[in-house]
């Protein structure tokens, strides 16, 4: 890769793998909220998966761009995050945390699909393997979906038409040169993705009965404003809100302790508690 096509692939795969890291986070803190035992466990199970993705991503640039071990994951300040802005407010009730992960899941599948066919083996590698995963999201966010009761579904309604445009708008403008599509790191472009998505969304929420094919297409109009960040598919200078940070990177000592990288932390020395204190000299 050339420097340019570096920079522009390290921005353009920072801004799936930081979105795929908030998001991990949502099902991490609405896990306890689930409607049931299959619920928990399946939130627990998505949010594995997205973090998984996440460190992932963040491997293989560290290692195609010869950057520091662990330094995307925690050598960056919050303003330097790439993650989908809209993910920034929290879920207000159950249907709004429905729509907006799924239409997050449908986004981030679709910018991550224009990847499939790279011309770096690895990364194509890497990204069908992710799709396998993010299938089962999407399976089971549709089935969430499906059995909303009416209170919950006017709650996605109002969730589709305030965030909507804003993820929508994450994919940006057209552009006319990609350098990530004419050297073949990419194969399909963002406009292509952007319609894929909307055609994830119309489809499913219109199945549903959720709103009217008319009424979603109009509020699913994304627009890029001239605050833009392209290369963080942002705001410009929006961060990730601090109470947000500290759950995924948490400062206090004794949390600090038990997320180090294994990296890291295979090299400690705990001071573990004597078993005769509690009574128990032999396992046999």
Same mark, same amino acid.
């Given at each position: ?214 009424? &979603?297409?109009?509020? %699913?109009?994304?627009?890029? !404003? =001239?605050?833009? #960040?392209?290369?963080? $598919?942002?705001?410009? +200078? ?19 302790? &038990?997320?180090?990288? %294994?990296?890291?932390?295979? !090299? =400690?020395?705990? #001071?573990?508690?004597? $078993?005769?204190?509690? +009574? ?5």
């Amino acid at each position: 890769m050339s420097t340019k096509i570096s920079r522009e692939c390290l921005a353009e795969l920072l801004c799936i793998a930081d979105s795929d890291w908030v998001l991990g986070h949502w099902y991490i803190k609405v896990m306890l909220n689930g409607r049931s035992l299959p619920d928990c466990t399946a939130f627990a199970g998505m949010g594995q998966d997205s973090l998984g993705h996440t460190r992932a991503i963040f491997r293989f640039l560290e290692d195609q761009l010869d950057l520091p071990d662990h330094q995307l994951e925690f050598g960056r300040a919050p303003v330097e995050l790439h993650d989908m802005e809209v993910l920034s407010r929290p879920p207000q009730n159950w249907g709004d945390f429905l729509a907006t992960a799924f239409m997050a899941e449908c986004a981030l599948w679709r910018l991550l699909s224009t990847f499939l066919d790279s011309a770096n083996p690895e990364l194509a590698g890497m990204v069908k393997h992710f799709g396998k995963e993010l299938y089962f999201h999407r399976l089971g966010l549709e089935g969430w979906i499906a059995a909303t009761d009416g209170e919950e579904r006017s709650d996605m309604r109002r969730s589709l038409l305030e965030r909507g445009p804003l993820i929508t708008r994450w994919f940006g403008s057209a552009v006319e040169q990609d350098p990530l599509l004419s050297s073949g790191i990419r194969t399909s472009s963002v406009a292509t993705a952007r319609d894929a998505f909307l055609t994830d969304v119309m489809d499913v929420m219109t199945e549903a009965n959720i709103m009217e094919a008319g009424e &979603l297409e109009a509020a %699913l109009g994304g627009q890029t !404003d =001239d605050d833009w #960040d392209a290369a963080r $598919r942002k705001s410009v +200078g929006a961060r990730i809100p601090d109470t947000l940070w500290e759950f995924m990177i948490p400062t206090d000592e004794d949390t600090v302790a &038990l997320r180090r990288p %294994l990296a890291i932390s295979v !090299d =400690d020395n705990l #001071d573990l508690v004597d $078993r005769a204190e509690y +009574g128990h000299t032999d396992y046999a």
